[in-house]
């Protein structure tokens, strides 16, 4: 089975404008399809640096000179950039979620699909587990989960019923958690599950709070006309990238000069997004909901 096609892959390549001699970041490694196409476009001088915190991405590794692997999290990409002696590179290249590898391996825990024990963590040295966070966050804390992550419209409904459940049998694997769940279902089953282990899985490897910090180093990493390519899977990745490249914060928080002339950290190259053709969806339909966006450092 292929670990993971590359979305929009001759697009995101095409966006990077790649130089022979530059230097570039595939900040989510995962099968590696995007690190071989920024390889093929590099000389012998350039340099890609890859991030993944996941142990199955080890598998994937590529015999080249030319590309140095950083087993870890892409929020730690400027401290581990500087251990590699490099203050700013040409461009950083983000593919963000969950790759279709972690997706089809039931022990992973990522999809309802399976019967498994309810892991959801992408590095599995990380001690907090799916089920660590039902059995033990309140219920605000849970519906908090659900609305902000998941969008689920009856999240509070669905945490009370979590609290309510655990208290008569711990809720450990994927089957337990639908035993709980499947009651209070709206809609299409397919994309309800989907909103509510989407929710979990965030919370679980903090995805949020690593896009942020992301994203906010990549001003310091890029050199002034690096560009920053990112394809995100929801709203909640795409938000923040949205703002991030219009404004400079996640928040998107307008910020003004001294003269009180908008700041503007990044060109923004087509003004809207991308997404893939028609083709592609049908070739690979988990890249139905991609979005592309692209900035260049001003």
Do not use: C, W
């Not at 950083?70 to 581990?80: D, G, P, T, V």
Request: aromatic letters at 8%; proline letters at 3%; glycine letters at 8%.
């Amino acid at each position: 089975m292929k670990y993971h096609e590359p979305v929009l892959a001759s697009e995101s390549i095409e966006a990077l404008d790649i130089k022979k001699d530059g230097k570039y970041v595939d900040a989510t490694f995962g099968g590696g399809g995007h690190s071989r196409l920024i390889l093929n476009e590099l000389g012998e001088k350039g340099r890609l640096y890859a991030f993944d915190q996941d142990d199955d991405a080890l598998r994937n590794l590529i015999d080249d000179e030319r590309f140095v692997f950083n087993h870890h999290n892409f929020r730690f990409i400027k401290q581990f950039l500087r251990l590699h002696g490099v203050k700013q590179v040409d461009g950083i290249l983000a593919d963000l979620g969950v790759s279709s590898h972690q997706l089809d391996e039931p022990e992973r825990g990522f999809s309802y699909r399976f019967e498994a024990d309810l892991d959801m963590r992408m590095n599995r040295k990380d001690d907090r587990k799916a089920s660590d966070i039902l059995n033990s966050y309140s219920a605000e804390e849970l519906q908090r989960v659900f609305s902000e992550y998941g969008e689920v419209r009856n999240s509070r409904s669905l945490a009370q019923k979590i609290v309510q459940e655990r208290e008569v049998k711990k809720i450990l694997t994927i089957g337990d958690f639908l035993s709980v769940v499947e009651p209070l279902i709206r809609g299409f089953r397919g994309r309800y599950l989907s909103q509510v282990f989407q929710a979990l899985r965030i919370e679980v490897n903090d995805e949020m709070g690593a896009l942020h910090a992301f994203l906010e180093s990549t001003l310091e990493i890029l050199k002034p006309g690096g560009r920053l390519v990112v394809i995100s899977y929801h709203s909640m990745e795409d938000r923040p990238v949205k703002n991030f490249l219009k404004t400079g914060n996640v928040e998107g928080e307008v910020k003004k000069d001294f003269y009180g002339k908008i700041e503007r950290p990044f060109d923004i190259i087509n003004k809207g997004v991308m997404v893939p053709s028609d083709e592609e969806i049908e070739r690979n339909p988990r890249a139905r909901s991609a979005k592309m966006r692209v900035g260049i450092k001003l």
